[in-house]
């Protein structure tokens, strides 16, 4: 059963990995388990991805997952340099706290375009460059504990696109289950500290009620508690589970 963990001879791709995210977890728990590892993220986080891609041993690439283009020419340059790809993990997504009233149409459009329309985008061609080099490949995307509910923090179009994202992921599952291609989602509860939830820092009480809100009591810790589900995905010890979502939140979404 140990052995179905080890991903050495596989190469894996993690999009939205620079550092301070749970992408950056991702990379990191993929290469400990001997994966061969290309790490990207948008151009602007340039050298945070050089600091992911060190750390790992990865190549770094640079991709705008809302460019249809460049991320089949981010599939096309991985495959070239490794050979393969035999996991492919999407984190890349962004978050809008503002208010429906707030929030303008180019805003709520761009936030769905990222999270939802990029995660399709990068499944759609990872599932294309696996069945054509006939690997049964993983795939697997991030979505939240907001997947099927909303939380006290306004962000009508991040909970519209994360939701979606769990959709996608199942429709990928159904299409590509024929060619062994397994497609499941993680939905991470508040991690902290990412770069995301960085700004919970300076609201001692709301980070302390997100803590209370789960039946643990405490917050996910991105170095410790991310790695092992996120390796279960990605590895051959899923080899039957797909159209997934699993929920690693501290129990938030069984209450």
């Avoid at 690439?61 to 283009?69: G, I, K, P, R, S």
């Avoid at 340059?77 to 706290?97: C, F, P, T």
């Avoid at 208010?99 to 990222?114: A, G, I, K, P, Q």
């Avoid at 803590?211 to 010890?237: C, I, K, Q, V, Y």
Wanted: with cysteine.
């Amino acid at each position: 059963m140990v052995s179905s963990f080890d991903l050495h001879g596989e190469v894996a791709l993690v999009v939205g990995a620079a550092v301070g995210g749970l992408g950056e977890r991702a990379a990191r728990a993929l290469a400990g388990r001997g994966a061969a590892l290309a790490v990207a993220d948008m151009a602007g986080r340039n050298e945070d991805l050089a600091r992911t891609a060190e750390a790992t041993g990865a190549t770094s690439h640079a991709v705008d997952v809302t460019d249809e283009t460049a991320v089949a020419a981010l599939f096309t340059e991985v495959q070239s340099l490794h050979g393969r790809i035999d996991v492919v993990v999407n984190a890349a997504g962004v978050m809008l706290r503002k208010s429906y009233d707030e929030t303008s149409l180019e805003e709520f459009e761009r936030v769905v375009r990222v999270n939802l329309t990029g995660a399709w985008l990068v499944g759609r061609q990872a599932g294309i460059t696996m069945t054509a080099s006939g690997t049964a490949g993983r795939i697997v995307n991030l979505t939240t504990v907001y997947a099927e509910r909303v939380g006290p923090v306004p962000e009508s179009a991040y909970y519209a696109s994360k939701a979606g994202v769990a959709n996608v992921t199942r429709s990928l599952a159904a299409e590509l289950g024929p060619c062994g291609i397994t497609v499941n989602c993680l939905a991470p509860g508040v991690f902290y500290p990412t770069q995301m939830t960085a700004a919970l820092g300076a609201d001692p009480e709301r980070l302390a009620w997100f803590g209370e809100r789960t039946m643990l009591g405490r917050l996910g810790d991105p170095d410790s508690d991310f790695a092992g589900p996120l390796l279960l995905l990605a590895s051959r010890a899923s080899s039957y589970v797909t159209g997934q979502v699993l929920y690693v939140d501290g129990g938030w979404s069984a209450w």
